[in-house]
């Protein structure tokens, strides 16, 4: 028997394997379940007790070396593996995902580039804002229903003395305001109006600008409404400004938006801000004004309120109203994502969804 075993720890010794089939037949041989190992220590049981330490210190000797040569040829092989891996300039890459821009980031751009096109300015400001900005400034009287809690989100805390300050992007100037703190109470904005606002009070007329931005009102979140969403309000304020201007402008905007065949319609309606206010309707860009689920089968969708700017606001701006008229207009960002797109659930835009996200890689 110990011939034999020292024939096995020779062969042991002299295993030099060329494929990793071999290692495995080499451990099936000496370490599998019917290998000479297992078969050793079941004869443990039938050497003579005054020679059975002697036998087990020979056979534990044989099963490491047989470990230890199938460690040292497992990882050569394993470092062969990977230096093919490195160095294999065939192999395929890891795929990168592409990325898109947000649906709404796509209709801001697309409604920005058409107003820039015309010579309009875009200003941003705070999305915290003080009383007179978001709603004295703007017409709103003491009782009006925007002021209340069950509308706004009012917060105590710091009053912003806001300030202008100029930056140049990309081809445009964009008027942004900085702030600094006084003490007092204000809340998170209930529309861009606040902006323009802020424009009137630091810019001479001609004022040509629009003012796209998050604004938050307190209602309950649903398919068709939410605490915040994007507007996109617009002001041009100059000597001799008149309703067909803005209906004009309006219809241009329509045109190149939804379409050369878009037809538009105002109706007469109340802002506390401008005077005469109308809502505009434009021509369903999915049926064609034919009539389907979308419009109602009314052939019409509205998609913004207007007017002419109140005589009373410039005052409040300190612009001269017997001098200088204007007009204002204000849309939603989600409400034409979600005719453009035929999304039929406000929330999906804020809820990172990659699957509802990847449905617009490659559009800008």
Known sequence: MRERIDAWLDEIKSFKPEAKEQLENFR??????????????????????????????????????????????KEKFDDVVNADLD???????????????????????????????????????????????????????ENHPARDMQDTFFIAGSKKDLTPTLSEGEGDSRAVFSSTDEKGAYALRTHTSSVQVRVMESTK???????????????????????????????????????????????????????????IRLRASYFPFTEPSAEMDVTCFICGGKGCNICKYTGWVEIMGCGMVDPAVLENCGIDSKKYSGFAFGMGIERITMLKYQVKDLRIFSENDVRFLRQFTGVS
């Not at 379940?33 to 087990?56: E, H, N, S, W, Y």
């Not at 068709?224 to 000597?239: I, T």
């Open 205 to 263: 007329p001609p004022i040509r600008t629009i003012s796209p931005g998050r604004v938050y009102r307190n209602e309950a979140v649903s398919a068709r409404a939410h605490c915040f969403f994007h507007q996109v309000e617009g002001l041009y304020v100059d000597e001799g400004v008149s309703f067909a201007d803005l209906k004009q402008t309006l219809l241009y905007f329509a045109q190149e938006m939804f379409g050369a065949d878009s037809k």
């Open 87 to 141: 160095t294999d300039l065939t192999l395929p890459g890891e795929p990168i995902e592409l990325g898109s821009l947000h649906p709404l980031t796509i209709t801001r751009n697309q409604i920005e580039n058409i107003f820039q096109r015309i010579g309009y300015t875009i200003s941003e400001g705070p999305e915290i804002e003080d009383d007179w900005h978001n709603f004295s400034a703007l017409n709103f009287p």
């Open 28 to 73: 099936i041989k000496f370490l599998g379940k019917k290998g000479v190992l297992t078969d050793l220590f079941a004869q443990m049981k039938t050497i003579d007790p005054t020679l059975r330490k002697d036998f087990g210190q020979v056979v534990n000797e044989l099963k490491n070396k047989a470990e230890e040569k199938l460690g040292e040829w």
